[in-house]
């Protein structure tokens, strides 16, 4: 490592001359390649802003001068020239760095985000604090053209220009999003980048030519038109324009000297500035040039060959959900497939292949999906919204107001459900069972294993109202999968298992894990009933106070947060049915946001494994354990740990 290793904050690069820059380019590059090809992470994003975070820093004074990360993805640039590079190898895993910036890891990441679409709220805000309190430094947020087609995006834009603030946005414009960026935005902005201040005055320059022997409104036309293409001519960002912002651009974002002269030129502009910067996503590596939408968010992978490493294992939540739609849709014609720019993401890829007239990609729009999903529905279609679990989280009112409250059935296939692992707080579907739950009229279902998983979609499309099926991120447990669709019986859960000491009442990822409970009481003599609810709302009111009633401890397992969660409902239900003799207890996600790292160790970190929960519920209950052989009785299920 030559001078890479020099660098232990930004200002150390404001020494090297341009050609030296470049070279600390191709070392970042590598350190980057050479991680990530062993920890995973967010490989493509990042190696498309190498040159443009290096004059970031060499123009800027972070942290003094604040520059915010759209999603911040791209961010592992921004992290090893900012005292991270020693620790570079820790990315995403338990205890080291994160993938997203994090204002406790360093106080140049002075915004965290994780989350498309905030930068310019954020720098926007920065702005006014620093006008209102009397400060001095500049503010740049970094926004990708798909991050872009969000809506905040435009919101703060609009605001922006409205307060003529100081700041600079910046427009990182690589065609992509995660698959093909699409949208209105997106062929404007291919239009800019090519060129079209050409273009433009040329077609205008012809057609008015054509037309100077006509005379009236032809002539008055082509006036107007010369006033247009003058317009277009010396404003090609006419959009941001007469937003009220200056426009820059488009510059080649890999050509540093280019874009330090331009950075400095904004930074004596005042009120708002859009540069608009051509990158090419994967840049230096090409399998991730090739493959972008790959190597956007990547596994661990073969440097030499760009082989990503896979896992052979049982099929994954999304592709049972993605093949089960993908057959349905064939009979029934009234399944729409929407997703917010992640069709590879949430599996519908293949529905778009074989459907593309019923499939729609909104861009990063989880708000307008939603809405537009309702009115659908309303009008007589069975869309299917697939969304993550974190991000559906920016549609809670559309969930609320525009599908539930018109009692729309819209039905959401809501993926990466529960602990997500590396990508850490921002992603970590935690809370949907809480925010769902408590909607009139919104029914949420969690299978406990891929099988039911085909079933509970099939159920859910003939069910005539909003209701969510949450599925979590990766492998299935591997259990067969059956080729017909099974109708599952409306609000009722499944007993696996019977015992007279306690009851386990789990939902969705720990159905499985319950079982494995269930083993390892017995070995303390503890026997218990287990049963896979199945149904977060409705609720099985009927078996929940049965079991109640018959047993002297109930337990509740779900992989979510336990304030308003599953056994939140399942508390409520017991006390609104005058049931207080039984001992309860609450197994889920802690009142905190889980770090990142592997699912395992954070099972393992906040008393999620099998063994922790066993151990709480002996010491909950005081329960009297004696050390018996439990009689060989093979499991309903073969749950397998991993
Ligand atoms: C609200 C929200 N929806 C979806 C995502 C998933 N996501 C992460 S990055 C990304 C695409 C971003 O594209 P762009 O802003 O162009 O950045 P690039 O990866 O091209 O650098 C998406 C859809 C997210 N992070 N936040
Ligand atoms: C940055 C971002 O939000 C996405 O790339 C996300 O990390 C994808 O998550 P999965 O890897 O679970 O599809
Ligand atoms: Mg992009």
Known sequence: MGLLKEINKPQDIKKYSMEQLNEIAKEIRQLIL????????????????????????????????????????????????TGRREEFSTLRQYGGIS?????????????????????????????????????????????????????????????????????????????????????????YLSRLRADPMYTKRKEDIEYILKKVPAIGSTVVKAVERVKDSLKYLLVPGILFEELGFTYLGPIDGHNIPEISMVLRKAKKLKGPVLLHVITQKGRGYEPAVCNPAVFHGVAPFQLKTGCIIKNPGPSSYTSVFSEALTELAEKDQRIIAITAAMPEGTGLNSFA??????????????????TMASAMALEGLRPVVAIYSTFLQRAYDQILHDVCLQKAPVLFAIDRGGLVGEDGPTHHGVFDYSYLRHIPGMAVLAPKDEEELRHMIYTALQYDGPVAVRYPRGAGIGVDISEDFRLLPWGK?????????????????????????????????????????????????????????????????????????????????????????????NIGVPDQ????????????????????????????????????????????FAYKQG
């Not at 922790?612 to 010491?619: G, H, L, N, P, R």
């Open 493 to 585: 859960g499944e007993v696996l298992a019977k015992g007279d000491n306690l009851a386990i009442l789990a939902v969705g990822s720990m159905v499985y894990p319950a079982l494995t409970v269930k083993k390892i009481l017995e070995y303390k003599g503890i026997r218990c009933t287990v049963v896979n609810g199945r149904f977060i709302k409705p609720l099985d009111q009927e078996l929940i106070v049965e079991l109640a009633q018959t047993h002297p401890c109930l337990v509740t397992m779900e992989e979510n947060v336990i304030a308003g969660g599953f056994g939140s409902g399942v508390l409520e239900l017991l006390t609104n049915s005058g049931i207080n003799g039984v001992k309860v207890l």
């Open 593 to 636: 946001f889980v770090t990142h790292g592997k699912v395992d160790i954070l099972k393992e970190a906040i008393g999620l494994t099998p063994e922790k929960i066993a151990e709480q519920i002996v010491s909950h209950f005081a329960l009297p354990e004696q050390k018996v052989k439990p009689q060989k009785v093979p499991l309903t």
């Open 99 to 187: 993938g997203f910036p994090k204002r406790e890891e360093s106080a140049h990441d002075v915004f965290a985000t994780g989350h498309s679409s905030t930068s310019i709220s954020a720098a926007l805000g920065f702005a006014q604090a620093r006008d209102k309190l009397g400060l001095d430094y500049e503010v740049v947020a970094v926004i990708g053209d798909g991050a872009m087609t969000g809506g905040m995006a435009f919101e703060a834009l609009n605001h922006a220009g409205h307060l003529g603030a100081d700041l600079l946005v910046i427009l990182n414009d690589n065609e992509m999003s995660i698959d093909q960026n699409v949208g209105a935005m997106s062929s």
């Open 34 to 81: 050479e991680t990530v090809s062993v920890t995973g992470g967010h490989l493509a994003p990042s190696l498309g802003v190498v040159e443009l975070t290096l004059a970031l820093h060499y123009v800027y004074n972070s942290p003094q001068d604040k520059i915010v990360w759209d999603v911040g993805h791209q961010s592992y640039v921004h992290k090893i020239l």
């Open 353 to 370: 292949k074989k459907y593309p007239q019923r499939f729609y990609d909104v861009g990063i729009a989880e708000q307008h999906a939603v």
